[in-house]
C-alpha cells in the first residue's frame, strides 16, 4: 500500500488537474463569448481569481466538509477529512483549511500577475521566492507529521485518514 503522504499528494494532483482541465476551457469560452481579453497583468489577475480561484476554493471547502469529506482526488485513494475528534468538519473549518492550503497558490497570482506592474522585479521575486518556500514548509510538515496533517490541517483542527 502506498504511504499516506503520496497518496495525499496524488489526491491533490488529480484535483489541480481536473479543476484546471474544468475551468481553463470554461473560462476561455466565457472569455470569448463575451468578447473579454485581459490586457494588464491586473486584469489577468481579476480573470484568474474569478475562473479559477472562486471555483476552486468553492470545490475544496464543499468537498471538505461533506458526508464523505472528500474530493475527487481523496475519494479515488480512498481518503477522507475529519475533524480532531474523527467526525465530518463544519463548513468554517473547510473554509480556513482551503484558505492556509490555497495560501501559496494565491500568493503566486498575487506577486506573479496583481502587483507585477506595480513592485519591482526583486519584489516581485521575492513574493514568489516565498510562496513556494510556503509550500516546502508544507510539505516538511506532511512528511513529519506522516501524512495525516499538514499546516492547513494543524490550524484547522483537521487530519486526513483513509476511508472505507
Same mark, same amino acid.
Given at each position: 500500500?502506498k504511504? %499516506?503522504?503520496?497518496r495525499?499528494?496524488? @489526491?491533490?494532483?488529480?484535483?489541480?488537474? %481536473?479543476? =484546471?482541465a474544468? %475551468?481553463? !476551457?470554461?473560462?476561455?469560452?466565457v472569455?470569448?463569448?463575451l468578447g473579454i481579453? !485581459?490586457?494588464?497583468?491586473?486584469?489577468?489577475? @481579476?480573470?484568474?481569481v $474569478?475562473? =479559477?480561484?472562486i471555483?476552486a476554493?468553492?470545490? =475544496?471547502?464543499?468537498?471538505d466538509?461533506?458526508?464523505?469529506?472528500?474530493t475527487?482526488?481523496?475519494?479515488l485513494?480512498?481518503?477522507?477529512?475529519?475533524g480532531a475528534?474523527?467526525?465530518?468538519?463544519?463548513w468554517?473549518?473547510a473554509l480556513?483549511?482551503?484558505a492556509?492550503? *490555497?495560501? !501559496?497558490?494565491?500568493?503566486a497570482?498575487?506577486?506573479g =500577475?496583481?502587483l507585477?506592474?506595480h513592485?519591482?522585479q @526583486?519584489?516581485?521575486?521575492?513574493? *514568489?521566492f516565498?510562496?513556494?518556500? /510556503?509550500v /516546502? $514548509?508544507? %510539505?516538511? #510538515?506532511l #512528511?513529519?507529521?506522516?501524512?495525516?496533517?499538514? #499546516?492547513?490541517d /494543524?490550524?484547522?483542527?483537521?487530519?486526513?485518514?483513509?476511508?472505507?
Amino acid at each position: 500500500m502506498k504511504s %499516506l503522504i503520496s497518496r495525499r499528494l496524488a @489526491a491533490y494532483l488529480i484535483d489541480v488537474c %481536473l479543476l =484546471f482541465a474544468i %475551468l481553463a !476551457p470554461t473560462a476561455l469560452l466565457v472569455e470569448t463569448a463575451l468578447g473579454i481579453m !485581459p490586457q494588464t497583468m491586473s486584469q489577468v489577475w @481579476a480573470a484568474t481569481v $474569478i475562473s =479559477f480561484s472562486i471555483p476552486a476554493w468553492l470545490y =475544496f471547502i464543499l468537498s471538505d466538509c461533506s458526508r464523505s469529506g472528500a474530493t475527487v482526488g481523496k475519494k479515488l485513494l480512498h481518503l477522507k477529512v475529519v475533524g480532531a475528534g474523527g467526525g465530518q468538519i463544519g463548513w468554517l473549518r473547510a473554509l480556513l483549511r482551503t484558505a492556509i492550503k *490555497l495560501l !501559496p497558490w494565491e500568493m503566486a497570482h498575487l506577486f506573479g =500577475f496583481a502587483l507585477a506592474e506595480h513592485l519591482g522585479q @526583486a519584489w516581485q521575486a521575492a513574493g *514568489l521566492f516565498s510562496a513556494n518556500g /510556503l509550500v /516546502l $514548509i508544507y %510539505l516538511a #510538515v506532511l #512528511v513529519s507529521q506522516r501524512g495525516r496533517r499538514s #499546516v492547513h490541517d /494543524l490550524v484547522a483542527r483537521s487530519e486526513v485518514t483513509e476511508s472505507q
